[in-house]
């Protein structure tokens, strides 16, 4: 048995659940938008100074973020696989250091009409362990408050 085999489901796999104040279509927009992305996208106190978004099923996407107070670059791209504006929003996920493609992931997206806005679910799965996972939900996390933020303005 590895330790792999030892991991739950619920180790390596991040799920997130956030209410905006904003419509199901200007928080799919946030995400496909490539001038409303990088106004959101990374933790708080990142910038994204290069994105690319080829927004179609099976297209391509990347992004630089960069850390105001480290100057740090860290860069992720992924493959888009559902686009379902407003519903629904599916990619692959995986960082790129020194030019060699990590671990991927898959993100689903789902956002749902509620009163007053939108209710946003993502899940990613499936991380390697689950300290990525823990990593990871601390990232979205911070994220989610920089998107809040921007679709509720």
Known sequence: ???????????????????????????????????????????????????????????????TMTSTKEGGAYTVSGIYKVLERPNRLCFSWGWINDGVRGHETDVDLTFEAIEGGTRMTMVQKVFADPEQTKNHDQGWSSSFNDLQHFVEA
């Open 1 to 63: 048995m590895t330790a792999a085999d030892s991991m739950t489901q619920e180790e390596t796999t991040l799920r997130i659940t956030r209410d905006f104040k904003a419509s199901p279509e200007k928080v799919y927009d946030a995400w496909t938008n490539p001038e409303m992305l990088v106004q959101w996208w990374g933790p708080e106190g990142m910038t994204t100074p290069e994105c690319e978004m080829d927004v179609r099923a099976g297209g391509h996407w990347k992004t």
